[in-house]
């Protein structure tokens, strides 16, 4: 294989020596065939040089772009391993709140569910849906499982259903198809924990943005385990449909301003507690995918690194071997 290599580095040099005779005036073509000689030796270390000099640079470009990708990957790795720390941070805290949060949606379940509320099926229904997301991504399909299931019960009935969205990732994800179904989009959810008073601001524009619905949905993210979690839905009914209740009478005293301000107090709970639920069950998302994408990232590095060392000791043989090569033929 040397000896192969060796004549086709002097071939080369023929070659050169003879494109180069080849351009000279009339005059000076007729060289002898010591003149040929001398000519060679004297251009022949020139050519072998240059052709060095252009496989360097073709390898160091590939090696630099080698290690170019490879500080990113490392750079993008330091990045997911403190939003991972974070997250967990964030993930305790909403684990605790959570706990603490859960019995106002039972409490506000039950009442639902002992008076055995059901919309009116002759009446044409006018249905809600508010979203429960958050205006951060980067925490797995938590907010795309909200948008679909939206979209299914869009499907059924477009017509006489509106989308209240809390969170911008739902409102990003409906408006393309549904933009004229979203009645309107509450912002700034996500940077700090919910509290009571957010969930209240949101049922308050509920039940004053004009629409009057018969019933609807809370869609959300309920928190399973610290890697799962379930979109689920909770019912929502207006005063003229929980008035319309034959139930209601085991409950004394109750009249259409009691239950109006009940129906917005459990409203308020019900999005409290759901908003708990969807915090959490993000928080540990996203902390579950930034521990994939560090992990990604370290098999990636790992490869890189395999790559640029294969490449540099590719380049270094290489060059000892054109330059041997290239010596040996001028002996």
């Not at 809600?128 to 299914?152: E, K, P, Q």
């Amino acid at each position: 294989m040397n000896i192969h290599w060796q004549y086709c580095v002097h071939l080369h040099k023929r070659n050169l020596v003879s494109s180069v005779v080849s351009q000279l005036p009339g005059t000076i073509k007729p060289f002898s065939s010591m003149m040929m000689q001398r000519v060679t030796a004297f251009l022949a270390p020139m050519a072998v040089e240059a052709t060095l000099q252009i496989q360097q640079q073709r390898g160091m470009a590939t090696l630099k772009a080698i290690s170019i990708r490879l500080k990113s990957v490392k750079n993008i790795q330091k990045i997911t391993q403190s939003m991972k720390m974070v997250s967990a941070a964030k993930y305790s805290r909403a684990e605790r709140e959570l706990k603490a949060a859960r019995p106002y949606g039972v409490g506000a379940q039950q009442f639902f569910e002992k008076t055995d509320i059901k919309a009116d099926e002759k009446e044409a229904p006018k249905k809600l849906l508010i979203g429960i997301t958050s205006d951060r991504g980067l925490c797995g399909a938590v907010h795309t499982g909200v948008a679909r299931f939206i979209r299914g019960e869009l499907g059924k009935d477009e017509t006489n259903t509106k989308v209240f969205c809390v969170g911008d990732k739902s409102r990003s994800i409906l408006a393309r198809l549904y933009g004229k179904n979203i009645l309107m989009v509450a912002n700034e959810v996500g940077r700090l924990p919910p509290t009571f008073l957010d969930a209240s601001r949101i049922a308050h524009e509920v039940l004053k943005c004009g629409y009057d619905y018969t019933e609807g949905k809370i869609v959300y993210n309920r928190f399973k385990s610290v890697v799962s979690y379930q979109c689920t839905s909770l019912p929502i009914y207006g005063a003229p449909t929980v008035e319309k209740s034959d139930k209601l009478v085991l409950y004394d005293s109750l009249d259409s301003e009691v239950i109006k301000s009940y129906l917005e107090f459990s409203l308020a709970s019900l999005i409290f507690y759901t908003m708990k639920e969807g915090a959490c069950s993000e928080q540990s998302s996203r902390m579950t995918a930034m521990d994939n994408a560090s992990k990604n990232a370290g098999e990636m590095i790992e490869k890189l690194t395999l790559t640029f060392n294969r490449t540099r000791q590719a380049v270094i043989t290489r060059e000892l071997i054109e330059i041997i090569s290239g010596a040996a033929a001028l002996d």
